[in-house]
């Protein structure tokens, strides 16, 4: 019997990444620096490997910005799944409260997949089917903005109850809209250190005064 070839020592620079580190990887780059910003060569630099390397996962970065949305929203399904769960219990709004205070208190590199999903921008799709995941993001948590203005409108005949709700009719998907570009901004205010110590940055405390600008 023939013996085997030895096998080929690999190069430096060319060790091989599981998809799972590239896309943790690209997260990171896309949060921090933007689609525009991040590029393959910023990727491979980051994992210390060769830019044809990315390429045995991904045809090009269009490709790995959508994945990276997948991994994303499938990270956080969980979350929306929990809270958006049918319970007599709990109120839209505590539902809502729950989401925010819930979502500023993942682990670092949960908080950064949810910053990406918010950062995308209608009129501004830097993939195709990009603003998509975006849009399925946005119709769950309109669910739950929904059922808050029903119960806050109900509330308004409560003898004593002092109201929350907007002056004016707004749609509740502008409600749910402002919801998420301010979680966004909070997740981005916590990603680069600038929540407030004690009370004014506890995630408690924000996600009421979330929840208190939509109702």
Excluded: N, W
Aim: one cysteine or more.
């Amino acid at each position: 019997m023939t013996a085997a070839a030895p096998a080929r020592p690999r190069r430096p620079g060319r060790l091989p990444r599981s998809r799972a580190t590239l896309l943790d990887c690209a997260v990171q780059a896309f949060v921090e620096r933007g689609y525009e910003g991040t590029s393959m060569e910023h990727l491979a630099a980051r994992l210390s490997i060769s830019k044809s390397s990315i390429y045995h996962h991904v045809l090009g970065k269009a490709e790995l910005y959508v994945q990276a949305l997948d991994e994303a929203a499938a990270h956080f399904a969980p979350v929306l799944d929990a809270v958006a769960a049918p319970c007599a219990a709990h109120r839209g709004t505590d539902r809502l409260a729950h989401f925010v205070r819930t979502a500023l208190e993942l682990p670092a590199d949960g908080r950064a997949r949810l910053e990406l999903l918010l950062s995308i921008r209608d009129g501004r799709e830097e993939a195709p089917g990009a603003l998509a995941r975006r849009r399925h993001l946005e119709a769950r948590v309109a669910d739950l903005v929904a059922l808050a203005a029903r119960e806050s409108a109900a509330d308004e005949g409560v003898p004593g109850h002092v109201s929350g709700r907007f002056s004016e009719p707004v749609p509740v998907g502008v409600r749910t809209r402002l919801l998420l570009d301010l979680l966004c901004s909070l997740l981005v205010q916590r990603r680069l250190g600038r929540l407030p110590d004690g009370a004014a940055g506890d995630p408690a405390a924000l996600a009421r005064l979330a929840t208190g600008c939509v109702r």
